[in-house]
């Protein structure tokens, strides 16, 4: 069954739930890769979700774990001298270095004094919904939801725009 529509199906169901039918799909599916540096996640994946994480499905990463071709490693704190110092003090020399710095919002520049986001930098309100004190003020885009981003924000821009349309009507 495709991850979308999975997803789709679980985002009206508790979280607790759908996390835990989420483990439970993971272990029959995933690998337990922990010996080879990567452990099972301590949160559920709806609970990550909902904390702003972005689900990803594997294209082929757990293969080349398992396979030896992909080593995992501590986080990367600095590079020195030609070499990457990792998390735990250890100095390697990868023949690659790849830069992968995940998403930021990055919208505290924008609209970061108008009491519109909250401790995370996420938008208080989105799709249809406007924060109370900027009512013309709309976001789409800024959740992770598990039933697919690109399939909510096309579900908000038309809630959005039928919300413009029918406040800005000439009386």
Same mark, same amino acid.
Request: net charge positive; aromatic share 4%.
């Given at each position: 069954?495709?991850? %979308?529509?999975?997803?789709?199906?679980?985002?009206?169901?508790?979280?607790?739930?759908?996390?835990?039918?989420?483990? /439970?799909?993971?272990?029959?599916?995933?690998?337990? /890769?922990?010996?080879?540096?990567?452990?099972?996640?301590?949160?559920?994946?709806?609970?990550?979700?909902?904390?702003?994480?972005?689900?990803? %499905?594997?294209?082929?990463?757990?293969?080349?774990?398992?396979?030896? +071709?992909?080593?995992?490693?501590?986080?990367? @704190?600095?590079?020195?001298?030609?070499?990457?110092? /990792?998390?735990?003090? =250890?100095?390697?020399?990868?023949?690659?270095?790849?830069?992968?710095?995940?998403?930021?919002?990055? /919208? @505290?520049?924008?609209?970061?004094?108008?009491?519109?986001?909250? @401790?995370?930098?996420?938008?208080?309100?989105?799709?249809?919904?406007?924060?109370? %004190? +900027?009512?013309?003020?709309?976001?789409?885009?800024? +959740? !992770?939801?598990?039933?697919? =981003?690109?399939?909510?924000?096309?579900?908000?821009?038309?809630?959005?725009?039928?919300?413009?349309? !029918?406040?800005?009507?000439?009386?």
């Amino acid at each position: 069954m495709p991850a %979308q529509l999975s997803g789709i199906l679980c985002r009206r169901l508790p979280v607790a739930l759908t996390d835990r039918l989420a483990a /439970l799909a993971a272990r029959v599916s995933v690998p337990d /890769l922990s010996a080879k540096g990567l452990p099972r996640p301590d949160t559920g994946l709806f609970s990550r979700a909902r904390q702003g994480a972005i689900p990803v %499905q594997d294209v082929g990463l757990i293969d080349a774990v398992r396979k030896g +071709t992909v080593e995992p490693v501590a986080a990367v @704190e600095a590079f020195e001298d030609g070499k990457v110092v /990792l998390a735990d003090g =250890t100095r390697i020399a990868p023949h690659s270095d790849i830069a992968a710095t995940g998403y930021r919002r990055a /919208l @505290e520049s924008l609209v970061g004094t108008l009491g519109v986001l909250d @401790e995370h930098g996420r938008p208080t309100a989105h799709g249809p919904r406007t924060p109370k %004190q +900027t009512p013309n003020l709309y976001f789409t885009g800024f +959740t !992770t939801p598990i039933s697919g =981003t690109l399939r909510e924000l096309s579900r908000d821009a038309k809630k959005i725009a039928k919300k413009i349309a !029918t406040s800005h009507r000439s009386p």
